[in-house]
């Protein structure tokens, strides 16, 4: 039988209960959340011990992918004025041709492998429509198609050996007269009579690390550049490491440069800001050229070392200033009569 006083005292009692719980409601809350937080669900995987058991045919599709970088339906455009396919087998005969023309789409519709064939083992079975399909040796066609890729076309064009020596000896040509103009009407050029900003000559430094990073990747990592000219992308953080950086290099390029043209136009009168920034562009595009080149024989890394001292260099001498006149309010390098205006300066 319940006493009465324990009877009274309980609704006091479940109060005080309450009334604790209430005051500790805050560190109950963080404790679920805790709980919850550290809580995870466990997805148990299916098993398929069977997984790797692939046949023949899909292991050699995956051996040629690794080692050629594409494989069946990969599409190409063709870039030569036109090219040519056997319409049969290359082992059967008659040979029917078919003529597919620049500008084309086509798409890898089977490979095949002849260890006959002493000119190319590889034949590929390329395919414009359901009608115009047929057989090509790879070492015919790879010259004559590029990627049906925006940026692997782009990479083929700035790539291309041809066109790179014709551009190389017009830049330099046109660089050098170009500075040699501009140092005549005594106008500013980055590196010799610079504006008090370190965007152009930074811009200047990663167009020549660009330019080593890119002849580097040639040197010690062509098969992976390959990759990806097949597989391009235009995040850093999903290629390797030497492509990441090259491509971080890219991107910082793009932001550098519109910081440098807004930064020279807010410093320099329009003619003088267009032509700083002419000779700008020369100065990187020698640089690129120079560095691309002299890299290829481990001549670029000194250089470039040099290079980054001189650039560091110049800036101090031409572009540190330390004063404001008090007067017009442009900017000096030390104390004393201001080139601008004349007015002295304590």
């Known amino acids: 039988m319940m006493n009465n006083n324990n009877v009274k005292n309980t609704p006091g009692k479940l109060l005080q209960y309450l009334n604790c719980f209430h005051q500790h409601n805050v560190f109950n809350k963080l404790y679920i959340f805790l709980v919850v937080f550290l809580s995870s669900c466990y997805n148990a995987a299916e098993h398929t011990p069977d997984a790797w058991n692939l046949t023949d045919e899909e292991l050699d599709s995956i051996s040629f992918f690794t080692t050629h970088h594409y494989s069946q339906n990969y599409n190409f ?4 004025d036109s090219i040519r396919i056997v319409c049969q087998a290359p082992d059967e005969l008659p040979f029917d041709s078919v003529t597919i023309f620049k500008g084309e789409h086509i798409v890898v519709a089977d490979i095949m492998s002849m260890p006959a064939d002493t000119i190319d083992s ?3 079975k390329i395919a414009r429509d359901q009608v115009s399909q047929g057989w090509i040796r790879e070492v015919t066609m790879l010259p004559s198609v590029q990627p049906d890729d925006p940026i692997s076309q782009f990479i083929d064009t700035f790539s291309d050996v041809h066109l790179l020596i014709f551009l190389s000896f ?3 040509v046109l660089s050098v007269y170009g500075l040699r103009f501009l140092s005549k009407r005594k106008a500013r050029i980055v590196h010799f009579r610079d504006i008090p900003s370190f965007y152009p000559a930074l811009l200047a430094l990663l167009v020549s690390l660009a330019a080593v990073t890119y002849a580097s990747i040639q040197l010690f990592g062509a098969e992976t550049w390959r990759h990806f000219y097949y597989h391009p992308s235009l995040n850093p953080f ?10 971080c ?7 550098v440069t519109i910081a440098t043209i807004d930064d020279v136009v807010r410093r320099l009168p329009f003619i003088e800001a267009a032509l700083y920034l002419c000779g700008l562009a020369a100065v990187c595009a020698v640089d690129y050229i120079l560095f691309s080149i002299f890299t290829l024989y481990y001549v670029g890394y000194p250089m470039f070392v040099g290079y980054v001292y001189y650039a560091i260099t110049q800036y101090k001498r031409y572009s540190c200033f330390q004063y404001i006149c008090g007067h017009c309010g442009e900017e000096i390098k030390e104390r004393g009569f201001c080139p601008h205006c004349g007015k002295y300066n304590d």
């Open 249 to 255: 290099l890219v991107w910082s390029i793009i932001i």
């Open 170 to 172: 017009v830049i330099v």
């Open 238 to 247: 999903t290629l390797p490491v030497h492509l990441g950086f090259f491509l």
């Open 77 to 80: 455009v063709v870039k030569a």
């Open 122 to 124: 590889v034949w590929v």
